[in-house]
């Protein structure tokens, strides 16, 4: 049997996000003595909850030989977690992939330097002409670009470093014989020919709104910080922009051109909190300069009155501890005054999301251990929390954990 057969069943063994795996192989476990393992023996000597034993008992060596089938007949490349080519600075994150499937140039996951940039969809002249010139500046100081090949921010990211001469690498919600969306079919082409194109959804899987939510920690996760140039409140760029927080990398946002828009608004609260404002190309550079100095091929152009930003983590906020849990009773009571200033929030929330809701509290909880509470894949449930982020009821708090927020949505300001 072909090694990389093992990798792709365990690829498909746990919900896209879950820490499972990556808990695994640090075990010692080996995807090939896992396929030789009854599922009842490996249940027990690593204590699996029940939804994943259900799942790990629906996979079949046969979906991971047509999955890799349709690889070769389709030309896409696998880069498994052990392999050379799979980009280090994933390894790290919560939740890492086990396997990539990939198109393009691989020698571009090599580069240290790179730097994501996402935004909005709907874009404004200024926001599209700051994101052009940043990602075109980057490019040619040799960093690479890393978008997720959506219209808007993204499109206009990847096509800046693309036509600076430099890379870019664009990760996709969807199996990489999807075209989605269509309006970014030539970008797409233009990076399997002068960049990379990754994914961790196998050939076939179409779009769905939980794949953006788990592939946004990918954005964050393969670049030394983040960019945001144009996001509303409830924008997806800004959950990429909370991974980068919790991946503890550095977050840049573009000043908002105008304050009184809501099309604005959802960098304010990052640049509030210690985000970098980005005012020119140079304000990024200037992070790494020190570290990476000898590969940042040029220095980029900067106004007279423009001054590189402080380092994020001097400016960063003292990290107060955690409170101390409350007792029960006081607990139980913040807790019935929340549900009752959320009250028309709640009422709109589906069955799935009122039981993650109800096993959020006050106090931090990891992803894994609500999933195994309320019986549901940490892929779906990264989705759903996300929606509950967005209404305000969900807070993340790093390292794969969350609790409910702080104050009630309608109270928050």
């Given at each position: 049997m072909e090694p990389i057969l093992a990798w792709i069943w365990f690829s498909q063994l746990f919900s896209y996000g879950s820490d499972r795996p990556r808990q695994l192989l640090e075990q010692g476990v080996s995807p090939e003595a896992l396929m030789k393992m009854p599922v009842e023996e490996v249940a027990s000597l690593y204590s699996l909850p029940e939804t994943e034993i259900r799942r790990m008992k629906t996979v079949s060596v046969g979906r991971a030989e047509y999955i890799l089938k349709e690889c070769r007949r389709k030309r896409i490349m696998l880069i498994s977690y052990e392999d050379e080519h799979f980009p280090a600075r994933l390894r790290d994150i919560y939740g890492p992939p086990v396997l990539l499937y990939a198109i393009g140039d691989l020698s571009v996951l090599k580069n240290p330097l790179s730097i994501t940039i996402v935004g909005t969809r709907e874009t404004e002249a200024y926001t599209e002409r700051f994101t052009r010139m940043v990602a075109s500046e980057l490019a040619s100081a040799g960093v690479t670009v890393?978008?997720?090949?959506?219209?808007?921010?993204?499109?206009?990211?990847?096509?800046?470093?693309?036509?600076?001469?430099?890379k870019s690498i664009g990760i996709l919600a969807c199996g990489m014989d999807i075209d989605y969306p269509e309006a970014t079919h030539g970008v797409k082409v233009r990076l399997a020919r002068q960049g990379v194109l990754l994914t961790e959804l196998p050939p076939g899987t179409h779009v769905s709104s939980r794949y953006f939510a788990t592939r946004n920690r990918l954005l964050s996760g393969l670049s030394l910080g983040t960019l945001v140039t144009h996001a509303p409140m409830r924008s997806g760029s800004l959950l990429t922009l909370n991974h980068a927080l919790e991946q503890g990398k550095e977050c840049f946002c573009l000043p908002p051109a105008d304050v009184f828009s809501p099309s604005y608004a959802g960098v304010i609260p990052f640049l509030r909190d210690g985000a970098i404002p980005c005012f020119c190309t140079e304000d990024i550079l200037s992070q790494y300069r020190e570290q990476y100095g000898e590969l940042i091929q040029s220095k980029t152009p900067m106004a007279d009155w423009v001054k590189p930003a402080v380092p994020y983590r001097e400016t960063q906020r003292e990290v107060l501890p955690a409170a101390p849990r409350l007792d029960?009773?006081?607990?139980?009571?913040?807790?019935?005054?929340?549900?009752?200033?959320?009250?028309?929030?709640?009422?709109?929330?589906?069955?799935?999301?009122?039981?993650?809701?109800?096993?959020?509290?006050?106090?931090?909880?990891?992803?894994?251990?609500?999933?195994?509470?309320?019986?549901?894949?940490?892929?779906?449930?990264l989705s759903e929390l996300t929606q509950l982020e967005l209404a305000g009821l969900a807070l993340p708090c790093g390292g794969g954990r969350y609790n409910l927020a702080t104050e009630p949505p309608h109270e928050q300001k």
């Open positions: 890393v978008s997720g090949c959506a219209v808007g921010i993204d499109k206009t990211a990847h096509e800046a470093a693309l036509d600076a001469g430099g029960p009773d006081r607990e139980k009571e913040q807790r019935r005054r929340f549900d009752q200033a959320a009250a028309s929030l709640l009422e709109k929330l589906t069955d799935g999301q009122r039981r993650i809701y109800q096993a959020l509290h006050f106090v931090p909880r990891q992803i894994d251990e609500i999933a195994a509470e309320v019986g549901m894949e940490t892929g779906l449930l």
